[in-house]
């Protein structure tokens, strides 16, 4: 059973972010599924440092489709992704020096933010772009 599934109440009907939001819950399911078979934390690290690259990755695309469209809220989105990517990016050190270990409760915070985000600051931008009021 995947940690998440995707959704069309998840979709901003932008076809590229939503692809990559796609991608980004097919690596939490896949970091899920190697914790929960009992694999490796060496294992568990390399998904999680895939779907930590790609989750920087998205955000760089996320916030180029924010300035090409003149977004007014860029400054509070943008926000959001650098409070996760420091979080993120210490964790991956954390995991890396061996002080702390890949944990379902890292996974389900994952999860928490990422539907948390779709779900607000990210719906609010797939309403602008498509003219609709949010």
Do not use: C
């Not at 690596?27 to 790609?54: K, M, W």
């Not at 389900?108 to 003219?131: C, Q, R, T, V």
């Amino acid at each position: 059973m995947p940690l998440l599934t995707w959704n069309d109440a998840l979709a901003l009907s932008v076809e590229v972010i939503d692809e990559q939001h796609k991608q980004m819950v097919d690596l939490l399911n896949q970091a899920y599924g190697a914790i929960t078979t009992g694999s490796s934390p060496e294992t568990v690290g390399v998904i999680l440092a895939g779907l930590i690259d790609h989750t920087i990755s998205h955000f760089a695309t996320e916030e180029q489709v924010m300035e090409g469209a003149a977004y007014p809220g860029l400054a509070i989105h943008k926000g959001e992704h650098e409070l996760l990517t420091s979080r993120v990016l210490g964790l991956e050190r954390a995991f890396l020096a061996g002080q702390v270990q890949p944990t379902i409760d890292t996974l389900l915070f994952l999860k928490g933010w990422l539907l948390d985000h779709i779900e607000g600051h990210d719906m609010l931008l797939g309403a602008y772009l498509h003219g609709r009021p949010s």
